[in-house]
């Protein structure tokens, strides 16, 4: 039997983190057309609103109910506005492991939302799930996604050289392929009493087990 994630939602004081939602789509393919986002991940540029929709009403869920991860939308609490995606990924049921990442819109960066949805993410997985390492991966270049792990409390393990390909845009508007370090951070639940700032409301998660 495989092991699956539930459809969950989790809530901070700014924030609620909620599966992705077909309303979601709009928002979801401006987010990912920008120009951080193309740079560090490997969506595929321009991304439509089509991709988007199949993300949310595909992707997503095959992801979860397979037993590889889940993906979350990250949303304001006041405004209910998009503010980002936290992913889980190359989940590993036996050793309680999970790969976490993270996108926030370009509006909304430098509010510490990041840092906010991760580390209520990592709260959830440690209490509600009993999972034992968190691990994230960061470019060599990417100071904004190492200063959220930072944050967080992760401790960086080391770099796996050339193993990852950032995309960086010419003049013309072209992307070309660049192949750069990863810096390799995990996270385990005794690292995250050390945490910066406000630890999220660990009593607030809310499971739909009926959410399409």
Same mark, same amino acid.
């Given at each position: 039997?495989?092991?699956?994630?539930?459809?969950?939602?989790?809530?901070?004081?700014?924030? @609620?983190?909620?599966?992705?939602?077909?309303?979601?789509?709009?928002?979801?393919?401006?987010?990912?057309?920008?120009?951080?986002?193309?740079?560090?991940?490997? @969506?595929?540029?321009?991304?439509?609103?089509?991709?988007?929709?199949?993300?949310?009403?595909?992707?997503?869920?095959?992801?979860?109910?397979?037993?590889?991860?889940?993906?979350?939308? @990250?949303?304001?609490?006041?405004?209910?506005?998009?503010?980002? #995606?936290?992913?889980?990924? %190359?989940?590993?049921?036996?050793? /309680?492991?999970?790969?976490?990442?993270?996108?926030?819109?370009?509006?909304?960066?430098?509010?510490?939302?990041?840092?906010?949805?991760?580390?209520?993410?990592?709260?959830?997985?440690?209490?509600?799930? %009993?999972?034992?390492?968190?691990? +994230? /991966?960061?470019?060599?270049?990417?100071?904004?996604?190492?200063?959220?792990?930072? %944050?967080?409390?992760?401790?960086?393990? &080391?770099? +796996?050289?050339?193993?990852?390909?950032?995309? @960086?845009?010419?003049?013309? &508007?072209?992307?070309?392929?660049?192949?750069?370090?990863?810096? #390799?951070?995990? +996270?385990?639940?005794?690292?995250?009493?050390?945490?910066? &700032?406000?630890?999220?409301?660990?009593?607030?998660?809310?499971?739909?087990?009926?959410?399409?």
């Amino acid at each position: 039997m495989t092991s699956t994630f539930p459809n969950i939602s989790i809530s901070t004081e700014r924030l @609620v983190l909620r599966p992705l939602d077909e309303d979601d789509v709009p928002a979801l393919a401006e987010m990912m057309n920008d120009e951080q986002v193309a740079a560090w991940t490997d @969506v595929p540029q321009p991304y439509t609103e089509d991709l988007a929709r199949t993300w949310i009403t595909e992707l997503a869920p095959g992801k979860r109910e397979n037993g590889h991860g889940l993906d979350l939308a @990250v949303t304001e609490f006041l405004t209910q506005r998009l503010v980002g #995606v936290v992913q889980l990924a %190359k989940t590993d049921w036996h050793v /309680r492991s999970t790969e976490m990442s993270y996108v926030i819109a370009p509006w909304a960066r430098g509010e510490g939302y990041a840092s906010e949805a991760a580390l209520a993410t990592a709260q959830w997985l440690f209490g509600d799930q %009993k999972f034992e390492r968190i691990e +994230l /991966r960061t470019a060599a270049d990417n100071t904004a996604g190492q200063q959220v792990a930072q %944050k967080i409390g992760c401790i960086s393990e &080391g770099v +796996l050289r050339g193993a990852c390909i950032a995309h @960086v845009r010419a003049d013309d &508007g072209t992307w070309t392929d660049v192949r750069t370090d990863y810096i #390799v951070w995990s +996270l385990l639940p005794e690292d995250i009493e050390g945490a910066d &700032g406000p630890l999220a409301d660990t009593g607030q998660f809310t499971v739909y087990p009926d959410w399409n």
